[in-house]
């Protein structure tokens, strides 16, 4: 062959090939167009583990439902831990990113002697959540009636019973001598215990919407919102160990934008439009359940209009915590909470 044929023939066939190559390449890249890839890789996997799945929590779940959490680039997995020390179980060993609970637990943790303790870094309710129920209806309800009765209570240490005692001391009322509350029955099981044994509980605290459903089976009436008689609490914050808010900053902030928009959301709209929203988190809910539900929520007053856990608010926990003679020793407000994200947040 001649050596300028097979150089020409060698050249035409290498640019031969480098065409083909930008070819397939501008074919991949105009597939790629019309069909988009799934964002999903890019965004970061977090877990949250709640303390239970209620209405109470509606701005979470709106910002889940309205796709808030991916606009702030996470992609996150709900767990419900049934129960404050649970939910604490699994951030501290790792399972769970960020805990959403009643604050008391990461008091217990640091007061343990916890190094790598929890901080709270962005408060949702501002009332307690749950309500009593009783056996029979009570039109005229007196916080009165409770002496003598007995009681389907919460874990002893957890936020609803200590509510529940608080209100009860400053009725005038003593829980330990007066009455009869029952602890031992698990968080998600008291309404189940309640209606199946008639004979054995007069009353029965609940969060929705196990109280709504008591009520329309008439197995209890809802006489008395824990939430209006304990006044505003800090009932519920996210929390995340120190040292992964020290090493995931972008991933906390994040986090705080998306709750704070569905804050944003929940004290901008109807409870119907709520509960449209947020209906596929509760499918085993009727629709117009979860709007008087909602409602109720938003008559309370339940929902802070930002995430900022006030020091105010603080000591008011350490003061219940104490009444309920649950507190070691007082903790110092800056040690267990951020407030630097929910600022930004607002």
């Given at each position: ?6 150089g ?12 083909g190559?930008a070819?397939?390449?501008?074919t991949l890249?105009s597939?790629?167009?019309?069909f988009?890839?799934d ?18 929590y509606?701005?979470q ?10 606009e ?6 709900l ?15 790792g ?36 309500f009593?129920v009783?056996?029979t ?19 002893a ?24 509350i ?10 189940g215990?309640?209606?199946?044994s ?5 009353y029965?605290v ?13 197995a209890?009436?809802?006489v ?6 304990s ?29 704070q928009?569905g804050?944003?959301?929940v ?7 709520i509960?449209?929203?947020?209906a ?10 979860l ?8 008559q ?16 008011l ?6 009444s309920?003679g ?21």
């Open positions: 062959m001649n050596p300028d044929y097979g020409f023939y060698m050249k035409h066939r290498m640019l031969g090939g480098i065409t190559i070819l397939s390449v501008t890249i597939m790629s167009a019309c988009p890839q964002s999903s890789d890019r965004l970061t996997q977090i877990t949250l583990n709640e303390v239970a799945h209620s209405i109470f509606a701005p779940y709106v910002a889940i439902e309205n796709g808030y959490f991916e702030e680039g996470i992609s996150l997995t767990v419900t831990g049934f129960g404050a020390d649970k939910v604490m179980t699994s951030l501290v060993s399972d769970a990113d960020i805990g959403f609970m009643g604050s008391e637990s990461s008091v217990y943790v640091y007061n343990e002697g916890s190094t790598d303790y929890a901080v709270n870094f962005a408060q949702l309710t501002q009332r307690a959540g749950n009593l009783s056996r209806p009570q039109p005229d309800f007196n916080w009165d009636s409770l002496r003598g009765s007995t009681v389907l209570g919460g874990r240490g957890g936020m609803p019973e200590m509510i529940l005692e608080y209100i009860l001391k400053n009725k005038g009322i003593d829980y330990k001598n007066d009455l009869t029952i602890q031992n029955i698990d968080f998600g099981s008291t309404a215990a309640f209606k199946g008639p004979d054995d509980y007069d029965t609940e969060f929705e919407p196990h109280a709504t459903l008591l009520e329309n089976e008439g209890g009436y809802v008395s919102s824990l939430g209006i008689e006044g505003y609490v800090p009932y519920t914050a996210y929390c995340a160990k120190k040292s992964y808010i020290k090493n995931h900053p972008e991933i906390i902030q994040s986090f705080t934008n998306a709750i928009k804050i944003n959301y004290n901008t709209h109807t409870p119907e439009e509960a449209t929203v947020i596929p988190q509760f499918p085993e809910t009727e629709s117009k359940d709007v008087k539900i909602i409602d109720r929520y938003k309370q007053d339940s929902w802070k209009d930002n995430t900022v856990f006030s020091e105010d608010s603080f000591n926990l350490l003061d219940i915590l104490e309920s649950e507190l070691k020793s007082r903790v110092p407000y800056e040690v267990l909470v951020n407030t630097e994200f929910a600022e930004r947040a607002k």
